[in-house]
């Protein structure tokens, strides 16, 4: 790795979603041509207005890249039965390539009682068990597109990682163990870390590379980062005055490491790429299955 610097290099993502977006509207024209148009569902329960504000963002940029996109809002008082009688019915439309659960959902309906009725084919976002376990065995699957999405980052920045130590701060079935899967499957060798692991410091210090997704606003500082160490910075908390802060304290964490992704503009645009390349590769498979 490079020395540290007082002006980490920014990571962004803007240049990297819009190649993504420019390969998703390509492939959906493709397939619009040939009678199968991509079509994205969301479905949403909540009366949360940043998540209302990101299903909103989210199909505005599906609609940009030529694909449609259906909005299924059950409301604050929906039921898990109600959810998943939605999911099962999306999932057995042939007209629905891609089906996201959105997230918060209502108190008392627990995420993991219904990611098993979205499709494989269709779960674009990577939250069904047999997509996990499929990620696991290293079969095709999708994975979750925000874990994919600090690959792809990597990647188009071009940080090496066969061979590299990283450290993954958190371990949620979304990012923290999706990552450290696809991070093993590039030859990294992955330390998994959280926010009750005794001593964080010490341990995230031993990383090549970092990624920091534990959602807790400012948790890595730069007394947490190896000198030259790359972080790629997950968090999206929101703050008082509606903007996000990323789980890194960036202004600390930039005076050690050598790259740095921001918060917003970094990760998060790569994912929602993703998702809606996801859901034009699922339509695609989809028509090669009807031949």
């Known amino acids: 790795m490079s020395e540290p610097s007082t002006a980490a290099r920014t990571l962004s993502g803007k240049q990297l979603a819009a190649e993504l977006r420019t390969r998703t509207a390509r492939l959906a024209a493709e397939l619009t041509e040939a009678g ?6 969301i479905v949403s329960a909540t009366e949360d207005e940043s998540s209302a504000w990101y299903v ?3 199909a505005r940029a599906a609609q940009k890249s030529g694909l449609l996109c259906t909005l299924v809002d059950l409301g604050p008082q929906a039921t898990t039965d109600g959810l998943r009688g939605t999911l099962e019915r999306l999932g057995a439309d042939p007209e629905v390539h891609g089906i996201i659960l ?3 959902l209502p108190p008392g309906v627990v995420t993991e009682d219904l990611t098993s009725s979205i499709p494989p084919a269709k779960d674009v976002d990577g939250a069904n068990p047999v997509s996990l376990g499929r990620l696991l065995a290293g079969l095709p699957a999708f994975a979750p597109a925000t874990a994919e999405a600090v690959l792809a980052l990597l990647d188009h920045h071009a940080v090496p990682l066969s061979g590299r130590h990283a450290v993954v701060v958190g371990r949620s079935t979304v990012v923290g163990k999706p990552v450290s ?3 093993l499957a590039r030859d990294a060798t992955v330390t998994v870390s959280h926010s009750r ?3 964080l410091a010490a341990t995230t210090r031993s990383g090549d590379i970092l ?3 534990a959602g807790r606003a400012g948790l890595i500082t730069g007394e947490h980062v190896r000198p030259g160490a790359v972080v790629v910075d997950v968090g999206t ?12 304290d960036a202004a ?3 005076a050690t490491a050598s790259a740095l992704t921001p918060v917003p503009g970094g990760v998060g645009p790569v994912t929602t790429a993703l998702l809606l390349l996801h859901t034009a590769e699922a339509a695609r498979a989809a028509g090669e299955a009807r031949r």
Do not use: E, H, K
Request: net charge negative; aromatic share 0%; hydrophobic share 40%.
């Open 197 to 199: 692991t005794p001593d």
């Open 56 to 58: 909103r963002s989210l």
């Open 102 to 104: 959105q997230t918060p």
């Open 211 to 213: 990624v920091a997704a």
């Open 36 to 41: 199968i148009p991509p079509r994205l569902a």
């Open 237 to 248: 908390n929101p703050t008082p005055d509606g903007g996000l802060a990323g789980d890194a």
């Open 252 to 254: 600390t964490v930039a």
């Open 181 to 183: 899967l696809l991070l």
